[in-house]
């Protein structure tokens, strides 16, 4: 195995250091994978309209999101239990994220909790947040998430029950024993038990809220000053409502494709729900992105940001801290010579002029000069 050179390239090599339970829980989608494959694909069929001659000898990423200044538009997604992947899990992706000047988002079913992410030292996080049934476990979540200095909650609103995941139901799915829901340990949350199909899709049909509606939104609002990004949006219909019910922003996002498949990529959806957003709250997205050139389509179509969640767990069972750092590094240099090429000096130079979709309508109504005419 050589040096790697790509962000995709660590998923071999996680493959190959995890136990198959671990990886498969990390590497599947829903039912068929279709839309697991399609997250990928949507991407190839953006090309770009490169333009030429533009003075790029001065480049700049950074840019805000929330009123948070970050170094560039690439930030770290939610994922579950990733000291199944490395020995020191999140703290590791927070000291990754830190470093690199951007946001990690602490996942509701981490295996360290709010408290010990913080630990790690200074960092802008954001907390990923599961609705529970019992209500005041939420509230103490939330409150402890604030106290340690996260300064947003990630509503994830795709999951009032878990998607099939096949690989999951095979290998009787269930956190190893050694590791725990760290947040939820003192409140007897913490452990998975053994089931005859997922482990974890058995926990979620015991202790998450399938009646968790809009009202939840404002009820939120009621209990936590926190900003909240509603995070599982794919239509206009619900950015309206989510606009409505008072969301900071909106995350464009198919749970990876793992929960209802056959829904859109991410990257399909992103322009119908920036359109509905009318520029009232930021629009994010996440799910396929592997390369530089993925993020600036993303913002070509009119996201503000995107999160990345596979490539995280990946990088950290191949590397730990420093294989998320060199993620990080490869996405934001990929980023920078994609944004060099395409002749764009800072994230607002980038407009949708500098793609052509799939779905486009031809640019000019014209007939095209034949020249044997």
Known sequence: MGEVTNVSEYEAIAKQKLPKMVFDYYASGAEDQWTLQENRNAFSRILFRPRILIDVSKIDMSTTVLGFKISMPIMIAPTAMQKMAHPEGEYATARAASAAGTIMTLSSWATSSVEEVASTGPGIRFFQLYVYKDRNVVAQLVRRAERAGFKAIALTVDTPRLGRREADIKNRFTLPPFLTLKNFEGLDLGKMD?????????????????????????????????????????????????????????IVSNHGARQLDYVPATISALEEVVKAAQGRVPVFLDGGVRRGTDVFKALALGASGIFIGRPVVFSLAAEGEAGVRKVLQMLRDEFELTMALSGCRSLKEITRDHIVADWDTPRTQQPRYNPRL
């Not at 058995?202 to 404002?218: C, E, F, M, N, P």
């Not at 000053?225 to 909106?250: F, M, N, W, Y």
Request: charged share 20%; proline share 2%; aromatic share 6%.
């Open 194 to 250: 053994e089931a005859n199909d997922s482990g974890l899709a058995s926990y979620v049909a015991g202790q998450i809220d399938r009646t968790l509606s809009w009202k939840d939104v404002k009820w939120l609002q009621t209990i936590t000053k926190l900003p909240i990004l509603v995070k599982g949006v794919l239509t206009a219909e619900d950015t309206r409502i989510a606009v409505q019910s008072g969301a900071a922003g909106i």
